[in-house]
């Protein structure tokens, strides 16, 4: 075998983040887990009310909510993530407001 994956406690590393967001001004903090050509895999921690303002989706991604009880939103509907809900991004302008202290973990692909 050449090589080994690169493994991340995303459990370990979550309340780590979450502490790191509630002490900066956004409210929020990020990680890169995974960084590749074609994609990318972010662990995201928002302190309560925290948000992203809306932006444009990417080609193709996923939000899989680590804890806490996050809104999905787009100019016409909106969802309400809890921890273990995976979700598809719309592929349209959206936005993420948490409802609580919230870890989600961001799947984008590049391409």
Known sequence: M????????ID???PDLLAEARSHASRRAAR????????RATLIALSDGAELAEHDSPPAATLYVVSG??????HSEEW?????????IPPERHGLT???????LLTVALH
């Not at 890169?32 to 994609?39: A, H, I, R, W």
Request: aromatic share 0%.
């Open 98 to 104: 948490a409802l609580g202290d919230v870890v989600v």
């Open 80 to 88: 309400t993530l809890q921890r273990g809900h995976l979700a598809t």
């Open 32 to 39: 890169t887990l995974v960084s590749g050509t074609s994609q």
């Open 2 to 9: 050449t090589g080994h994956p690169a493994v991340t406690s």
């Open 12 to 14: 370990a590393l979550a």
């Open 69 to 74: 009880t996050v809104r999905l939103h787009s």
